[in-house]
T-cell receptor
Framework: GQQLNQSPQSMFIQEGEDVSMNCTSS?????WLWYKQDPGEGPVLLIA?????ELTSNGRLTAQFGITRKDSFLNISASIPSDVGIYFC????????????FGPGTSLSVIP | GAGVSQTPSNKVTEKGKYVELRCDPI?????LYWYRQSLGQGPEFLIY????????DSGLPNDRFFAVRPEGSVSTLKIQRTERGDSAVYLC???????????FGQGTRLTVV
């Protein structure tokens, strides 16, 4: 079945630094999603990408839908302590949210 | 309520017992999803409902797992003859329709001892 890989698995950065994380897939997806999950909470959608090559920003977050439709990246600029959490990429085969395939996550720690 | 509500927040059960996990979606949301998240992993799709019917149950691991949504609102995930490997956080999400963003609840942490 479809499988997503995320890198790095975890990262420790200084407050104020920029962050970049990647997601790759063995399959083509029509939609890429990026979620953040805090401890004890459900994932929260950060950015949704619907078109190959699309570059979308949400505040300090920027994400791109890879041209091959098999990869995506998420950048966070000027990190702050509340950016701490686990970031999941997720893909969908269709344009609807009916069945989302999640990656294993990237754990981000921000050192003040 | 304002968000997706899941009860209980924590459940400890003995191996072989039956458990029910409840999800109250956001009012008016027609689509409801169940995911399972094991420690250190991303959520894994189990089943989704459109209204009262299960539109896709391909993620249910075996016939010990079953979910219902009889009135198109609250959903219950039922697990029979629980096994230690069933221990995980069970997440519920809902969306206005499947074309809209899904919102997740806080999950139910199930521990089978």
């Amino acid at each position: 079945g479809q499988q997503l890989n995320q890198s790095p698995q975890s990262m420790f950065i200084q407050e104020g630094e920029d962050v970049s994380m990647n997601c790759t897939s063995s399959s083509i997806f029509n939609t890429w999603l990026w979620y953040k999950q805090d401890p004890g909470e459900g994932p929260v959608l950060l950015i949704a990408l619907y078109k190959a090559g699309e570059l979308t920003s949400n505040g300090r977050l920027t994400a791109q839908f890879g041209i091959t439709r098999k990869d995506s990246f998420l950048n966070i600029s000027a990190s702050i302590p509340s950016d701490v959490g686990i970031y999941f990429c997720a893909g969908q085969l269709s344009d609807s949210y009916d069945k989302v395939i999640f990656g294993p996550g990237t754990s981000l720690s921000v050192i003040p | 309520g304002a968000g997706v509500s899941q009860t209980p927040s924590n459940k400890v059960t003995e191996k072989g017992k039956y458990v029910e996990l409840r999800c109250d979606p956001i009012s008016g949301h027609t689509a409801l999803y169940w995911y399972r998240q094991s420690l250190g992993q991303g959520p894994e799709f189990l089943i989704y409902f459109q209204g009262t019917g299960a539109a896709d149950d391909s993620g249910l691991p075996n016939d010990r797992f079953f979910a219902v949504r009889p009135e198109g609102s609250v959903s219950t995930l039922k697990i029979q003859r629980t096994e230690r490997g069933d221990s995980a956080v069970y997440l519920c999400a809902s969306s206005l329709t499947t074309s809209n963003q899904a919102f997740f609840g806080q999950g139910t942490r199930l521990t089978v001892v």
